[in-house]
């Protein structure tokens, strides 16, 4: 199963903006997902994590901010964010780990950038 991530853009800062992960299979596949991203010049960094059975974990720097979700008849994952700060410009990334094997998946990265 593939993932394929969406949604980044340009958005003001107290802005925004809900970013998509798509898998090309069933998503109940995935034991869990998470997204992360990786700002300019930086290391990737975990935001936050959603398991099968719908416990979340979220970054303190996220939490309150951030919301990870899944649509299981669409086959998607999102993140919510809203509250935006410059500091949240990266790349965003989605993962999956599946059920069967432990095999890991990445989507591709999608921009996001926060600037007035």
């Known amino acids: 199963v593939q993932l394929q991530a969406s949604g980044g853009g340009l958005v003001q800062p107290g802005g925004s903006l809900r970013l998509s992960c798509a898998a090309s299979?069933?998503?109940?596949?995935?034991?869990?997902m998470s997204w992360y991203r990786q700002p300019p010049g930086k290391g990737r960094e975990l935001l936050a994590t959603?398991?099968?059975?719908?416990?979340?974990n979220y970054a303190d720097f996220v939490k309150g901010r951030f919301t990870i979700s899944i649509e299981n008849a669409k086959n998607t994952m999102y993140l919510q964010m809203n509250s935006l700060k410059p500091e949240d410009t990266a790349v965003y990334y989605c993962k999956g780990v599946a059920t069967i094997g432990m095999k890991v998946s990445w989507g591709q990265g999608t921009l996001v950038t926060v600037s007035s």
């Open positions: 299979g069933s998503i109940l596949s995935f034991t869990a």
């Open positions: 959603i398991f099968s059975g719908g416990i979340t």
